[in-house]
């Protein structure tokens, strides 16, 4: 039982790149989560899906795109890549919103040059 | 605002010690609240979840507690030790937001020196 897993752990971008964040859980999640951690600050939720092709904006959506065609995975999109958008990235699942607790991935690296 | 606040920011204390971390929201009105624990360049650990109709809840050396009346929490460590350095994530279900979006605080840096 892998838990939640993150590809890739590290990466550079140049502004205007593309690039696509891969989460994968084998726990049979309905939902699942992706935050980005800036440095001293707190986690902030960018979108969420509470399950397969459902999903919807978080505090922060501006510059992703997700989808969500199956229940074990649930890819970031970053379509053109913009300094702002340096940080750390986490993908989390959960049975559901409201009772469940989370659990998170290792994280994505992102650093936009 | 839905806002959590974690005080303080970091803490250094001497091995054995047993030490307090303190967590304070905006907003009484929460579906539960969750302890991470997060290592230098790590992913999140939960340590402890307590839904809004718990008082506490104990994990080993590790007992959080929970008072939504006045907005708080604590994460009691017992008998500190060095592995416990890490940085403490405290982050709140809030009733009434994005289902399932955790409010983070900025956490509590530990140290726990030998």
């Known amino acids: 039982n892998a838990g939640v897993t993150q590809t890739p752990k590290f990466r550079i971008l140049k502004i205007g790149q593309s690039m696509t964040l891969q989460c994968t859980q084998d726990?049979?999640?309905?939902?699942m989560y992706w935050y980005r951690q800036d440095p001293g600050m707190g986690l902030k939720l960018i979108y969420y899906?509470?399950?397969?092709?459902?999903?919807d904006k978080g505090e922060v959506p501006n510059g992703y795109n997700v989808s969500r065609s199956t229940t074990e995975d649930f890819p970031l999109r970053l379509e053109l890549a913009a300094p702002s958008q340096t940080s750390v990235y986490f993908c989390?699942?959960?049975?559901?919103?409201?009772?469940?607790?989370?659990?998170f991935g290792p994280g994505t690296r992102l650093t936009v040059l | 605002k839905q806002e959590v606040t974690q005080i303080p920011a970091a803490l250094s204390v001497p091995e054995g010690e047993n030490l307090v971390l303190n967590c304070s929201f905006t907003?009484?009105?929460?579906?539960?609240l969750q302890w991470f624990r997060q290592d230098p360049g790590k992913g999140l650990t939960s340590l402890l979840l307590?839904?809004?109709?718990?008082r506490e809840q104990t994990s080993g050396r590790l007992n959080a507690s929970l008072d939504k009346s006045s907005g708080r929490s604590t994460l009691y460590i017992a008998a500190s030790q060095p592995g416990d350095s890490a940085t403490y994530l405290c982050?709140?279900?809030?009733?009434?937001?994005?289902?399932?979006?955790?409010?983070f605080g900025k956490g509590t840096k530990l140290s726990v020196k030998p």
């Open positions: 989390a699942s959960s049975t559901t919103g409201t009772y469940n607790e989370q659990f």
């Open positions: 726990m049979n999640h309905n939902y």
């Open positions: 899906s509470v399950g397969a092709g459902i999903t």
């Open positions: 907003d009484s009105a929460i579906y539960n």
């Open positions: 307590i839904q809004s109709s718990q």
């Open positions: 982050a709140v279900n809030f009733r009434g937001g994005s289902q399932g979006n955790l409010i």
